[in-house]
């Protein structure tokens, strides 16, 4: 294959093939192409975009670059839910539950969060004893066995989206419209779905910083994955205040099972019921949205969601009791510190990015791949936007590793809590539907 032409083509805006686009997939991950071509490749397609043919024929190729899930047809329908990621984001955890109690199958397949962006793996591997290494084979047949499996990409499945993401992620090539949709889809329609919900976020600690960014990237996912045969919907959600109260890979389990309890904070429990609802709407099972959002709120109230989480974990290979142990111990994390406040007035602003930068810095995230993160720090918000507070109560509880990186973490914390003396309106969770 002549490369060079290629690169030289998407630099000059020409359109590619499906059969090209498919070979530089090929080529690209069987390792023929050198990581210089292939990076030049991306940034080609950063700056000309791909049409959406060229976009439909490499998440397809993608898709076909390892094994795909394949379900039974049983009657019930096989679904997921994808974020784009954002500070505090849980919603999978208490969500794929849930979903399997109201009668759905769900194959998670997530990632490990890097960057300030958390990930679901990252947060179920602070449960004692979890495994997310889940062959093909063994998630399926745990999916058809109690309905649901959350796992991690294996070495067999999407091996182009590895590749790619890979060196997009070193070469500035990763906010691309295209690409980030041929690389969420690729992953999603390898699971086999029948219908897919994508959260979008906008905001200071999203890939996308503005509702119209959000909404193009949400149009682009909801019209391919739904030409590919998968209906889908997209929550444009914001995220420049942190989802919940708890950042932290380990906070967030503590939080999902709250959530799972129906007794976590009122966002988290409107997203995790709204993502179901869409669910059950676009996969037939439930008519209208508004009994949808209902079953899901009964299946909380009830408790049956929070039993389906328990034997997720026994299947997964956890230690209940001493799951249940960690749940009971409150602080896990060395040192605990309260940030207070200094001022009389309204918390207006509680800025994701920054939360998101501490918690990484503490250790709860990842600069590089190869960084180890520990699990238990984190940070609870006690005063979330909307909140009256005057000086010296508690905005924020810090969980550190030690006293010198609590000390450090207490001092940036400042700049994230804006305090006025008037509130100010707090956007919508979900600023649209789409699809
Ligand atoms: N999430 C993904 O899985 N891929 C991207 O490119 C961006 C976000």
């Given at each position: 294959?002549?490369?060079?032409?290629?690169?030289?083509?998407?630099?000059?805006?020409?359109p590619l093939t499906d059969a090209q686009i498919r070979q530089i997939v090929a080529a690209g991950t069987a390792g023929e192409i050198p990581d210089y071509q292939l990076a030049a490749f991306l940034m080609a397609v950063f700056f000309r975009g791909l049409s959406n043919e060229e976009t439909r024929a490499?998440?397809?190729a993608m898709r076909d670059s390892g094994e795909t899930l394949k379900f039974p047809n049983d009657g019930r329908p096989v679904v997921d839910k994808h974020s784009t990621g954002g500070i505090g984001d849980k919603v999978s955890l208490p969500l794929a539950p849930l979903l399997a109690c109201l009668g759905l199958r769900v194959p998670m397949i997530s990632g490990r969060?890097?960057?300030i962006t958390g990930g679901t793996l990252d947060k179920l591997e602070s449960i004692p004893g979890f495994t997310t290494q889940l062959a093909p084979e063994r998630l399926v047949r745990q999916v058809q066995q109690i309905g649901v499996a959350m796992g991690g990409q294996t070495e067999t499945m999407i091996p182009a989206d590895k590749k790619f993401y890979a060196l997009r992620d070193v070469t500035a090539t990763v906010p691309s419209i295209p690409l980030i949709t041929a690389s969420i889809l690729s992953k999603k329609l390898a699971e086999g779905l029948q219908a897919l919900v994508v959260d979008v976020k906008f905001g200071t600690a999203a890939f996308m910083p503005n509702h119209g960014q959000a909404r193009a990237l949400a149009l682009s996912l909801v019209n391919l994955a739904r030409d590919c045969g998968v209906p889908t919907r997209?929550?444009?959600?914001g995220m420049s205040t942190p989802l919940g109260r708890a950042c932290g890979n380990w906070l967030e389990v503590r939080e999902a099972v709250a959530c799972?309890?129906?007794r976590g904070p009122a966002d988290l429990r409107q997203l995790v019921l709204e993502c179901a609802a869409q669910l059950l709407v676009l996969s037939g099972k439930v008519r209208s949205l508004d009994t949808a959002r209902e079953q899901a709120a009964g299946c909380?109230?009830?408790g049956r969601a929070r039993e389906k989480w328990d034997e997720l974990l026994v299947a997964q290979g956890a230690d209940l009791a001493a799951f249940r142990r960690k749940l009971q111990a409150g602080q896990t994390a060395p040192v605990l510190l309260e940030?207070?406040?200094?001022t009389t007035g309204f918390v207006t602003a509680c800025d994701a990015r920054i939360i998101g930068e501490i918690v990484r810095d503490l250790g709860g995230g990842r600069l590089t791949k190869d960084t180890v993160i520990n699990p238990d720090v984190g940070i609870e918000i006690l005063a979330p936007p909307g909140t009256r507070v005057r000086p010296g109560e508690v905005l924020?509880?810090?969980?550190a590793a030690d006293a010198a990186s609590a000390s450090a973490a207490n001092t940036r914390l400042a700049a994230a809590f804006a305090i006025r003396d008037v509130a100010s309106g707090i956007p919508q969770l979900i600023a649209e539907v789409i699809g």
């Open positions: 294959m002549n490369f060079l032409s290629l690169i030289e083509a998407k630099r000059d805006g020409l490499l998440t397809l969060g890097l960057g997209a929550l444009v959600t799972l309890e129906d909380l109230a009830y940030h207070k406040a200094g924020a509880l810090l969980h």
